[in-house]
């Protein structure tokens, strides 16, 4: 299964971007919870937010409030949008879906927020 990641970049502190993140299997996306995790400088990987297949979504308090994690399963695809971004959200994001020890990893997207 590939996932491929778009919608980084860089924006100034206060603003917003979308992730996008598609599968290549529908099969494999439904059927499992799908995630967005990042990696900042010198930093280690750490979970952003997680969707279930059915739905329900969880966050780390780091991004509560402004993160939304949102999932197409007739499109494979899972949304990120990010709201009032701060210096410290600026790392590479990636998606993954299925178990946190296996499953499938996209190749990430840097997004960065200037001050």
């Known amino acids: 299964v590939q996932l491929q990641a778009c919608g980084g970049g860089l924006v100034q502190a206060g603003g917003s971007l979308r992730l996008s993140c598609v599968a290549s299997s529908n099969l494999v996306f439904s059927m499992h919870n799908v995630d967005w995790h990042r990696q900042g400088p010198g930093k280690q990987r750490e979970l952003v937010a997680t969707?279930?297949?059915?739905?329900?979504?969880n966050y780390a308090d780091s991004v509560k409030g402004r993160f939304t994690i949102s999932r197409d399963n007739a499109k494979s695809t899972v949304y990120l949008q990010m709201v009032s971004l701060k210096p410290e959200d600026t790392a590479v994001y990636y998606c993954h879906v299925g178990p946190l020890v296996s499953g499938y990893w996209g190749q990430g997207t840097l997004v960065t927020v200037s001050s």
């Open positions: 969707i279930s297949k059915g739905g329900s979504a």
